[in-house]
Every structure is written in structure tokens, then in C-alpha cells.
């Protein structure tokens, strides 16, 4: 898993989250799936990896999502957490006007289009 040389690190749990942001996003940010869940050595070689990084975490608002956040809150305190409203459950079905409010309050840059 190469990263690039970029500030940002969006991690999100499938490639469909991956892909409903990686076309609202018009800076340069790492997007990097854990599919569904991560081992510990795999959380500590991210850590290691991105310890100089903006690092967000944004997963769907269910159980699954909940356990990965609570996992990553403890190995990756740093990392900001990036929340859909509850209503959508998943990144992936989310409306991409609401997932582009959520990015753009973190201080990500959208395409504006996605805004209205």
C-alpha cells in the first residue's frame, strides 16, 4: 500500500465508499480502505505510516463502522472522525451532497457542484 506523498488520509471501510469520494474530492488525499476491518499489526503498520498526516476516518453509521471507529480512536487518537448522518447507514449510498458538507467541514476540498 503505497502513499502517496499527500497530506490528507481519508480512511473508509469498502472500495464503494472509496469510490462515492474519490470523485466529490478535487485536492490530492489518499483514500484507503480497511474492508470492514483491520488486524492489529495492519492498524499499528498504518499508524507508523501516517503518524505525519491529516488522517480522517469516515465509515458507515452502523456496528461494523462503530467497532472500527472505537479501534481506530485507540491505536490512532489523532486521526479526526467524520461522521454521515445516521439516517444513510453507509458512506456508499449516502447523497454526495451530504458527504461533500461533511468533507468540506473537515477542511477538504469538494467540487462545488456537489454542494447544491
Known amino acids: 500500500m503505497g502513499i502517496m506523498e ?3 488520509v481519508i480512511i473508509v471501510e469498502g472500495r464503494s465508499d472509496k469510490k462515492q469520494i474519490e470523485m466529490l ?3 490530492p488525499v489518499e483514500i ?6 483491520i488486524s492489529l499489526a495492519k ?3 498504518l499508524v507508523d505510516t501516517l503518524y505525519d ?3 480522517y476516518v469516515l465509515v458507515d453509521a452502523d456496528e461494523a463502522g462503530e ?3 472505537k479501534q481506530f480512536r ?3 487518537p489523532q486521526a479526526e472522525h467524520l461522521y454521515i448522518d445516521k439516517s444513510y447507514r453507509e458512506v456508499a449510498t449516502a447523497p454526495k451532497q451530504h458527504l461533500a458538507s461533511v468533507l ?3 477542511d477538504i476540498d469538494v467540487y462545488t457542484e456537489y454542494l447544491r
Open 74 to 76: 485507540k491505536e490512532f
Open 53 to 55: 498526516k491529516d488522517v
Open 67 to 69: 467497532k472500527l471507529r
Open 6 to 8: 499527500v497530506e490528507k
Open 104 to 106: 468540506l467541514g473537515a
Open 25 to 27: 474530492i478535487k485536492e
Open 32 to 37: 484507503l480502505c480497511t474492508n470492514g476491518t
Open 43 to 45: 492498524l499499528d503498520e
